[in-house]
């Protein structure tokens, strides 16, 4: 079967799960951050408008404490805002 996806060398495609830890807060519609960051969004994704823009969509603002990515082969990496890479978290 072919695909589009870069392989990671083993046959399986890169693909990644990451879990957040931090706090998340709704911006304000025309928050200069807001709007920032929905041009930022547009600059890099001009064709993805839909998502970025119009009714009921928010800009969720993310502070990230630490992370744990989970890659294809469950192999699980940590990262701390504090510490960096490799750090326990929790």
Known sequence: MATDSPSSGDGYPRTCAITMYGAASVLDEGDPLSEAFRARH??????????????????????????????????VSNWSAAEGWGTRAR
Request: charged share 15%.
């Open 42 to 75: 547009l600059a890099h994704n001009p064709s993805q408008g839909v998502f970025i823009m119009g009714p009921g969509i928010a800009m969720v603002a993310i502070s990230v404490e630490y992370a744990q990515i989970c890659d294809s082969k469950d192999k």
